[in-house]
């Protein structure tokens, strides 16, 4: 098959040297799919003609709307998480539903969204792992284990909101008299330029904008990952599959209709988190074990051949000839 990744074009090389969850997205199934067989371009809106590819991928709304303007068929991923913050009688929903709409089917990495764009031709599609990226060390169970959030803050258009909920972990850091670390990009300084006072907690270690090329090393750095969130367009989302593939057990918030075994499911309350983190010390290798199994699953090989199944399924509905996976 001849597909074709159309680059979001939010300015981010392609794979991104650090921050960037679509562009790693797009850079994953295009190495997968190639290893699968399967001729992959990454390539801008504008550079695709009609006919020139079997399947058309595009993850940005605004994009796939383009390409129905010029008649090209595509299947569409979806990945903002305001369409679902701004609600129905918004412009971003509005327009992530038309893009829908006009697809030949698409995908949301999280199971609410299915229900909430209430459209026949939407599915759920799980994020997946680069398990030869990231990979466990052996660790014994830690005495005074060091904890690590990874997440780019804020909401819409205030980057103080606490969406990632920095607050909690730094809580339940304090709580126990734990080292936490706290990385992502570089706009995460103007949440705690605007929270000051967290900064008064002596064992919070602040990272930004970390190269991927080194966040292996960060995860082994660290023994329990924390990700008290309470918005998300993927359940799971790209930062706990890596800390799972890495061997870190989790305490986090993610939708109920989605099961993540081995990681500690906690809303954002402080001792609740704490009760996991007792749970996750007391039963550490079964964490572990039952994580990394789980990241395994969600490896992005097997996400891309899933992905192939799909695309001949759906595919057999609007074309006479099956393709040839």
């Not at 090389?13 to 797009?26: D, L, Q, R, T, Y």
């Not at 209709?257 to 550490?284: C, Q, V, Y």
Request: net charge negative; hydrophobic share 40%; charged share 20%.
């Amino acid at each position: 098959m001849k597909i074709c990744q159309v680059n979001p074009g939010c300015g981010i090389p392609i794979p991104p040297p650090s921050w960037g969850a679509i562009e790693k997205i797009v850079w994953e199934f295009t190495c997968n799919l190639k290893k699968l067989g399967h001729e992959v371009d990454i390539k801008w809106c504008n550079e695709i003609q009609l006919g020139e590819y079997d399947i058309v991928m595009v993850h940005v709304a605004n994009l796939a709307l383009e390409l129905a303007e010029r008649g090209i068929p595509y299947i569409f991923q979806h990945h903002d998480h305001h369409a679902f913050h701004y609600g129905k009688d918004s412009f971003v929903y509005k327009q992530n539903k038309e893009a829908m709409e006009k697809s030949i089917f698409s995908l949301v990495p999280a199971r609410y969204l299915v229900n909430y764009f209430e459209l026949p031709n939407v599915y759920y599609f799980s994020h997946g792992i680069n398990t030869n990226e990231f990979y466990p060390i052996e660790k014994n169970k830690p005495d005074k284990p060091k904890l690590l959030m990874l997440a780019n803050n804020g909401l819409a258009d205030n980057p103080t909101f606490d969406r990632k909920g920095f607050s909690y972990g730094i809580g339940l850091a304090a709580l126990n008299d734990l080292e936490i670390t706290i990385a992502g990009p570089s706009s995460n300084k103007q949440f705690f330029n605007e929270n000051i006072s967290l900064l008064n907690y002596s064992k919070l270690n602040l990272i930004f904008d970390w190269p991927n090329d080194k966040l292996l090393g960060l995860y082994h750095q660290h023994d329990i990952f924390i990700h008290p969130t309470m918005l998300e367009a993927g359940h799971p989302n790209l930062t706990m599959l890596e800390a799972a593939a890495a061997g870190l057990p989790i305490i986090a918030n993610w939708e109920l209709e989605t099961d993540f075994h081995g990681a500690w499911r906690a809303p954002r309350n402080i001792f609740d988190m704490d009760l996991g983190l007792k749970n996750i010390l007391n039963n550490w290798e079964r964490y572990r074990a039952s994580l990394l199994n789980t990241s395994r699953l969600l490896s992005w090989e097997n996400r891309s051949k899933e992905l192939l199944i799909l695309f001949n399924l759906i595919y057999k509905k609007h074309y006479p000839k099956p393709i040839l996976l």
